[in-house]
């Protein structure tokens, strides 16, 4: 009985692939190109990446998988996914016949939020939120080590719904919060503000400027004044939904992945300002940068796998 794990993070570019021989360990085996328009060139890449880096491996050592996109728990279909092979597959089920192993599948966010909750700046903590600030939001739960799949494969996606304020005031002066069209259908999401590339659209909506979200939290950084009204009004935003969630969730840890994690300094700024809207008394730091930031997709998988084996 092997407790080895093959791990795939699976984007709309490449395919990352990993072993996990044993809890904890991780060897990173490269990437190849993600197949993107056929499922079976997509099959056949998954077989050659098992036969080439677990050809000393037990026949039938599960998959484990993390993707973009939306993994229903009722059907395994893929949902909202980038890769267009997928659309009408049920990812694990589908690959689990085709490459005769078990395969585990679940969405990216959910599996940083494994990784960190297992094995990151949230290890051994009850109750996980992990926050997602990348090109838009996202997020996953994990209560007592087990990732909360939710209703439709739906959960921690604060993002959508979450409608944003008309107004803010900021420095005694009022300024207006844009109201965009989300890619959900509603309009009005933080979705559209609260990643990095939200913050550039409050930065081109304040001072009619094209900046990226890295020029403007570097301006911040610098006391740049027009980029410091777009990130107060950005943590402005943020905090208040992320607050409420808090509220409702009671987590004792929230982890940040995706672009906007890197800058320590604004989620520091985050964090204050999320435990100084919340019901309860966080005397220490509440939210803090992940430890899987680039690499939380493999390492979630391989922690997913060996939990849904
Ligand atoms: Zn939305």
Known sequence: MTSAVFCADIGGSFIKFGVSRHPGEMEECGKVPTPVSSW??????????????????????????????????????????????FTGHSLARDLSVALARPVTAANDADCF???????????NQPVVVAIILGTGVGGGLVINGQLVRGHG???GEWGHG????????INGENYSVP??????????????????????????????QGRTSLEIV?????GD?????????????????????VNILGPSRIVA???LASASELIAALDVKVRGGVLHTYEQTLLMPGKFLTDGGLVGASVMGRLER
């Open 40 to 85: 079976d060139d997509f099959v056949q890449a998954m077989q050659n990446l098992i036969d080439k880096f677990g050809a000393d491996l037990p026949a039938g050592t599960p998959l484990a998988i993390s993707t973009a996109g939306l993994v229903s728990p009722q059907t395994g279909e893929m949902l909202a996914t980038n890769i267009p092979a």
């Open 113 to 123: 939020a494994l990784a960190e909750a297992h094995a990151g700046n949230a290890q």
């Open 153 to 155: 494969g739906v959960t």
């Open 162 to 169: 979450a409608i944003t304020r008309t107004e803010l005031r």
């Open 179 to 208: 109201r965009l069209k989300c890619g959900c259908g509603q309009t009005g999401c933080l979705d559209m503000l609260g990643g990095a590339r939200g913050m550039e659209r409050l930065h081109q909506h304040y001072h009619q």
């Open 218 to 222: 570097t301006g911040w950084l610098n």
């Open 225 to 245: 004044a027009e980029a410091s009204l777009t990130v107060n009004a950005w943590l402005e935003l943020v905090a208040e939904p992320l607050a409420l969630l």
């Open 257 to 259: 992945g995706g672009g």
